[in-house]
Every structure is written in structure tokens, then in C-alpha cells.
Nanobody, 120 residues
Framework: QVQLVESGGGLVQPGGSLRLSCAAS????????MGWYRQAPGKERELVAG???????NYADSVKGRFTISRDNAKNTVYLQMNSLKPEDTAVYYC??????????????WGQGTQVLVSS
């Protein structure tokens, strides 16, 4: 079993910053891509940012220049540094990882979600 445990969400004022973390644990051979998604009330889940095992990154247009994704492969952890937060960033943020659970099988794993609320 693979678990993704997120932390770092909370309440922040507009213009503030938060850092999300997501650590993978359990039995697996490795992790390919990792990423962060978010889902606001009444909206579909959307990709916020992704990072490959080699460190290549991609971002949603709405967060470019404000959010930075990074990963520590030794710790099986992915981070999301969120700066200049806006009320429209309010959502539940989910960690995602493509985990190599056997030498030939990749599981699409999700964290439990962490709430980010941007409000004055």
C-alpha cells in the first residue's frame, strides 16, 4: 500500500504565502511524475503543477509566476510553494503521484487533500 500524506494548508490573507508538502510512504519501487491538483466548490478538479522524476515542471496558466513545485526524490516528497495568493486560489489541494508499485505496474495515487482558504 502506498500512502500520500499532505500538510501545510490553512487560512491565509490575500497576497500571503503557503507551502504544501506531500510525502509518499509504503512499499514501492519508485515514483514517476508527481503533482498538485485542486478542486474548488462546484468546480472540477484541475491540475495546478506537475514535476517529473527528472525535475521538469509544468504549471497551470493561472498560477505561473506565483507557485513553484519541487521534489526531493530521496524523501519521496513533493512541495508546492504558493506566493501572492488570491481568493480564487481557495480550494482543496490534492497531491498526486504515479507510483511504480511493481517493476511493471504504475499506480495513480492520491492524497487525502488539504484545504487552502485565501480570505481577509
Amino acid at each position: 500500500q502506498v500512502q500520500l500524506v499532505e500538510s501545510g494548508g490553512g487560512l491565509v490573507q490575500p497576497g500571503g504565502s503557503l507551502r504544501l508538502s506531500c510525502a509518499a510512504s509504503g512499499r514501492f519501487f519508485g515514483i514517476n511524475a508527481m503533482g498538485w491538483y485542486r478542486q474548488a466548490p462546484g468546480k472540477e478538479r484541475e491540475l495546478v503543477a506537475g514535476v517529473t522524476s527528472g525535475g521538469s515542471t509544468n504549471y497551470a496558466d493561472s498560477v505561473k509566476g506565483r507557485f513553484t513545485i519541487s521534489r526531493d526524490n530521496a524523501k519521496n516528497t513533493v512541495y508546492l510553494q504558493m506566493n501572492s495568493l488570491k481568493p480564487e486560489d481557495t480550494a482543496v489541494y490534492y497531491c498526486n503521484a504515479k507510483v511504480l508499485t511493481t517493476l511493471t505496474r504504475i499506480n495513480n495515487c492520491w492524497g487525502q487533500g488539504t484545504q487552502v482558504l485565501v480570505s481577509s
